[in-house]
């Protein structure tokens, strides 16, 4: 009976086999539309020429890459040296996008853990809860946070009624103000897969050790966070992938002084004196970064699931 019914199994298993290819059809299309397409067209744009007007010209270059690393003087004759103003912009979001990870991470951890042991017919509100703000556009949201952390605005007239500062804190048009806008902005993509991890985790493994007197740091690092390793590095993706390449934050809270590799983007594909292929270089350089971030931490992953097999 068993063997049958493990044989009938796999007949059903393989009775789509040749349709498979069929099936999948429209998923490849759609990646291969929404996915594939927008990141070979930016690709070949980057290697074309600009221009004068805005647009390209179908001329194979690399003047846009050389543009990002070297700078070669007003009129593009001097000795080329390397060009410190991109590589600034593109280090400044990497490490407001770091920032921004551990923030969120060390607010989220324990949001989630809370969610995660409460009653089980309360989990579903706490998450409601989390979630209900970003119901709201993206661009709202920051808007809104642009008017809460104004020199005006009620954080600094609520410092001020305390008596914590005795004049209003400038906020706005600073690496804090964009601080605080990643991580207000992409926050619930950290909790979420914590909660689902923590929600999945055998709690008799922390009852065990606390009977064996293992102290509680202990119990959270060697115990804890090993079993729930899946979900924080997913959280830390989902946040650190779009703060990488956010513009709205830096635009709307930081100001041309605190320009990110989104808001250069940006910049380069609006109006008609923008620079399409160096828009283009930008994102295929972007692109690297991630790509590269994305696999050190599959193979973290990999070894994960290795380890636990």
């Known amino acids: 009976m068993a063997g049958g019914a493990a044989s009938g199994g796999n007949a059903t298993s393989e009775a789509y086999a040749p349709a498979r290819g069929w099936l999948l059809l429209p998923t490849w299309v759609v990646l291969g539309i929404v996915v594939l397409a927008p990141i070979v067209l930016m690709l070949i744009y980057s290697f074309l020429t600009k221009e004068f007007r805005g647009g390209v010209i179908w001329e194979f270059s690399v003047d846009a890459y050389d543009q990002f690393f070297f700078d070669r003087g007003l009129f593009g004759d001097d000795a ?8 600034q912009i593109f280090w400044r979001s990497i490490w407001q996008a770091t920032l921004a990870t551990i923030f969120c991470l060390l607010i989220g951890f324990p949001t989630a853990y809370f969610i995660a042991t409460r009653p089980a017919n309360q989990r579903t509100i706490w998450v409601f809860l989390i979630t209900i703000p970003y119901w709201v556009n993206l661009l709202i949201r920051t808007v809104s946070m642009r008017f809460i952390l104004r020199d005006q605005g009620p954080l600094n007239d609520l410092l001020q009624w305390t008596g914590i500062v005795a004049e209003p804190l400038t906020i706005i048009n600073t690496n804090l103000g964009v601080q605080i806008g990643l991580f207000y902005s992409y926050l619930p993509f950290m909790v979420l897969p914590l909660y689902a991890a923590i929600e999945r985790y055998n709690f008799s493994l922390s009852e065990a050790a606390s009977d064996l007197y293992a102290p509680r740091h202990k119990i959270l690092t060697r115990i804890v966070l090993p079993a729930v390793k899946p979900g924080l ?15 709205l934050a830096p635009d709307l809270l930081g100001g041309a002084r605190n320009f990110m590799i989104g808001s250069l983007i940006d910049e380069q594909f609006r109006g008609s004196a923008g620079n399409w292929p160096f828009g283009a270089a930008a994102s295929m350089i972007l692109l690297t970064l991630v790509l590269l971030v994305l696999m050190v931490l ?12």
């Open 298 to 309: 599959a193979r973290q992953q990999a070894r994960l699931e290795k380890g636990a097999g």
């Open 233 to 247: 590095i997913a959280g830390c993706i989902l946040v650190f992938v779009p703060s990488l390449g956010s513009f």
């Open 80 to 87: 080329p040296t390397i060009q410190w103003a991109y590589i």
